[in-house]
């Protein structure tokens, strides 16, 4: 009997396109609502996310219930490392910052028994081999190991063509944060300059006969890379969806909740004026609109002034989020206002 069946590298060797999400929240439960959600792959993340090699186990044996693949990135491509994955019974592994081909080939190493690799020989104890339950698994195991390397700074762009060249290399995955950060614009992966260079990348990897692949929300970019000949492309995180619906959840029930206002009236003759510079200040990071008798800011958070200006008083009213803490609100807006009114005793009287 034979190692198992890989599905994922069969399907990107005969250039079928795979769509993935990446998994850090490193929870078997999360892992098993993910792998029957539909997608072809999950990416369980060692790298970035907090993963040991017993809770990528715990994952790989919920994914391995489903029709989702697992693959998994180490935090890096060390011996030692690869040889316990492999153990555990991961088929397909995304080696994370490969710079060279002659890393590529040492990763290629690693995941082959001798006399053709240096992967240590003891299936005998492992989950791969069914322990020891799959009689050729030592034979046939690298016929299913699927190695993918990611290229993700300028060396590894410099040296693509040559990783390229390294039989035994199923696929290369570009990474767009990291590539964005080495050519310095950190936090910046739709740069043009970035996107250029990824795609680039990618279409040396699809002409060099691999696969090529890549992590992107943007669906701009997904869709170009894959009209491009990637077949391997996560379009969503697990960290992030889990945040954003958790944030939209919280805001809506809070929405529920009434917010909290005050007013003031502060006796001066300048309120225009200093209606008129505290619009002014803060319309650069709020919605302010504003003329020379009344005035509106918003900040995206919620929290609005609203000012009027008469000829003996400056009108003031506040409104922050049930829970927002109104009074640092107050005691902001007071503060900027007698900054203005540094010539006069300024001073607002609250209603609370």
């Not at 990107?12 to 999360?30: R, S, T």
């Not at 692949?213 to 890379?225: D, P, R, Y």
């Not at 200040?281 to 900040?299: I, L, Y």
């Amino acid at each position: 009997m034979p190692a198992p069946h890989n599905p994922f590298k069969a399907a990107i060797a005969a250039g079928k396109p795979q769509v993935g999400c990446w998994l850090g929240l490193a929870d078997p439960y999360i892992s098993e609502i993910s792998a029957k959600a539909g997608f072809d792959w999950l990416l369980v993340d060692g790298e970035h996310a907090p993963n040991d090699l017993r809770s990528v186990v715990a994952q790989l044996q919920v994914i391995a219930a489903t029709n989702s693949h697992a693959i998994v990135r180490p935090v890096v491509g060390e011996t030692w490392m690869i040889k316990q994955y492999l153990d555990a019974g991961v088929q397909t592994l995304l080696v994370p910052m490969v710079e060279s081909a002659e890393q590529a080939q040492e990763l290629v190493s690693a995941v082959t028994y001798p006399p053709h690799g240096i992967r240590g020989v003891g299936s005998a104890l492992a989950r791969a081999s069914d322990f020891a339950g799959i009689p050729d698994y030592l034979t046939t195991a690298r016929d299913e190991i699927c190695l993918l390397v990611q290229v993700e700074n300028r060396a590894g762009m410099a040296a693509l063509d040559d990783i390229l060249q390294v039989d035994g290399i199923d696929g290369v995955f570009i990474g767009p944060s990291d590539l964005a950060a080495d050519m310095g614009h950190i936090g910046k992966a739709d740069a043009p300059v970035v996107k250029e260079a990824v795609l680039d990348g990618m279409r040396r990897i699809v002409a060099a006969g691999k696969a090529g692949g890549i992590l992107t929300m943007n669906k701009e970019m997904q869709q170009a890379c894959l009209d491009i000949g990637a077949t391997f492309v996560a379009t969503q995180i697990d960290v992030v969806l889990f945040a954003n619906g958790m944030r939209a959840a919280a805001k809506t029930a809070l929405g529920l909740l009434p917010d909290q206002a005050t007013s003031g009236v502060a006796e001066t003759e300048n309120g225009s004026r200093y209606l008129l510079q505290l619009c002014k200040h803060w319309s650069h990071k709020a919605e302010a609109t504003f003329d020379q008798s009344t005035g509106k800011v918003v900040f995206d958070d919620g929290q609005t002034i609203e000012m009027s200006a008469h000829a003996d008083n400056l009108a003031i009213s506040l409104t922050a989020g049930p829970r927002s803490d109104l009074e640092r609100w107050k005691s902001v807006v007071e503060a900027h206002l007698k900054r203005f009114a540094h010539r006069e005793d300024f001073q607002i009287n609250w209603s609370d």
